[in-house]
């Protein structure tokens, strides 16, 4: 035998379903909205990001592991490109085949598509211009300008191997062997427009173009008479050079000059002891120049994946260092290229409230959303009063479509008078609907109109058993 449902659930479930039956279409309407919204302003970002970074051992290496440490957390894969430095990195840019990548300020005159591809998510930190030499290469250079000045005091080219010798110009170079690195790095196009400034011709240094770890390694073991960086000052290599006896580091006694000059540079300083307390390196302050690095990325790039990547710049840069005060960077100074509008907020006012209580993936959906669900919103409010009359009449209707076959047998009750056998089947048919009307279900709100239609049926019989 089978069980039958009890009413209470039945009269809920066809309540449930008449109001699903009303009010279907409007949520449909909404529901196609809201994808329509979704598919249109793709509110979530893509799971991978391309971060074109720099040589191996570099400070732009660094700061890429620790970018795709910071997304991962996000669940943002970050895939690193190594490169030979910013100018190669910002060829990738161009080309499209990187996502975002450092870039050195002063590594190339940007074109007006170059602005309209590409954006800046912030200056992170300043690459000071390193530029280390050998102190055996100083007293020769001092030796030599000694003898230009007085030929018979002592033999050009004979150094005193006890005189403190140091470089704090660029026209100190001239006949030395000096690495440059590589045209990818950024360093020589920087280093070209400085010897132009001091009217240096570069035929008159020895010039190679090694990568920085070979370059090291060959000024090491006196190959090389200096070797330039531009880096910042986590770079091991720049670490391991400002603690190796018998280098020294240039001294841009000019610094606030080639400020004025060039203004993607700031003139910047190396404080006495930074390096080594308790051994006071360096043993004076030195003055330097210092482009500023910027992570650019393609305008294409997901908006959410610039926040990201800008919030991660926020906690990753944020902290005081050798040439910065803490939270001084990121900021929107010295930029070559328009700020992203998420770079901008980021920098502004750093992590969303929203994203601050909720996952990430939750509060950037609203984020991104909750202007297009208020329009919807506002839409559908005054579309949503049709849903209760709908509803009603969905409801009544079940009632009301047996009125119809109930007047035309009262009419025909009139009418037949007292031919028995026509009341008869009037009779029956009578009885028929209120059978069926007995079955009617609706909500106890409607049970009035239910129990008026019963009661018109009796009081139509009553008239018929009168005849």
Do not use: C
């Amino acid at each position: 035998m089978v069980q039958r449902m009890p009413k209470t659930i039945r009269y809920t479930l066809l309540s449930l379903r008449d109001l699903w039956v009303s009010a279907g279409p409007f949520i449909l309407l909404a529901v196609a909205l809201l994808a329509l919204a979704y598919w249109w302003l793709d509110p979530n970002p893509p799971k991978r990001v391309t971060l074109a970074t720099g040589p191996a051992q570099s400070a732009y290496e660094e700061f890429g592991k620790r970018y795709a440490k910071a997304l991962a957390v996000e669940g943002i894969e970050v895939v690193l490109k190594p490169s030979e430095g910013s100018a190669a990195n910002l060829q990738l840019l161009r080309e499209g085949k990187v996502d975002v990548g450092f870039v050195q300020g002063g590594t190339s005159d940007y074109t007006d598509q170059d602005e309209e591809d590409l954006a800046s998510l912030g200056s992170l930190f300043v690459e000071p211009l390193w530029l280390f030499y050998r102190e055996d290469a100083a007293r020769k250079v001092a030796a030599a300008a000694r003898a230009a000045k007085a030929p018979g005091a002592r033999a050009a080219g004979k150094a005193d191997p006890a005189e403190d010798a140091s470089l704090s110009a660029l026209t100190q170079l001239q006949g030395l062997r000096v690495n440059l690195g590589t045209p990818g790095s950024g360093v020589p196009s920087l280093m070209g427009k400085l010897l132009e400034s001091n009217r240096i011709d570069p035929a008159t240094l020895k010039i190679s173009r090694l990568e920085q770890t070979p370059a090291t390694v060959a000024f090491l073991g006196g190959e090389l008479d200096a070797i330039v960086f531009a880096s910042a000052p986590e770079s091991l290599m720049v670490q391991m050079l400002l603690q190796t006896p018998g280098v020294k580091l240039m001294n841009f006694s000019q610094s606030e000059a080639y400020s004025r000059r060039f203004a993607f540079l700031t003139p910047t300083r190396l404080p006495r002891g930074v390096v080594d307390l308790a051994a006071n390196i360096p043993p004076d302050d030195v003055q330097l120049v210092a482009p500023t690095t910027s992570l650019i990325t393609r305008t294409g790039t997901h908006p959410a994946l610039q926040q990201l990547l800008a919030q991660a710049g926020n906690d990753i840069h944020g902290g005081a260092g050798w040439f910065k005060s803490a939270r001084e960077f990121p900021n929107r100074d010295n930029s070559e290229l328009p700020i992203a509008k998420e770079a901008e907020r980021a920098i502004k006012n750093g992590t969303p409230v929203l994203q601050r209580y909720l996952p990430f993936w939750v509060a950037n959906l609203v984020e991104r959303m909750w202007l297009v669900m208020g329009i919807i919103i506002a839409v559908m409010l005054p579309l949503s009063r049709i849903i209760p009359p709908l509803y009603a009449f969905r409801v009544r209707s079940r009632i009301f479509r047996w009125y119809g076959q109930l007047r035309d047998i009262e009419t025909r009750v009139d009418s037949s008078g007292d031919n028995s056998s026509t009341n008869k089947a009037l009779l029956e048919e009578l009885n028929k609907l209120e059978s069926r009307a007995e079955k009617i279900t609706v909500p106890l709100s409607y049970t009035d109109e239910l129990y008026a239609l019963r009661a018109n049926i009796h009081l139509v019989r009553k008239k018929l058993l009168r005849l």
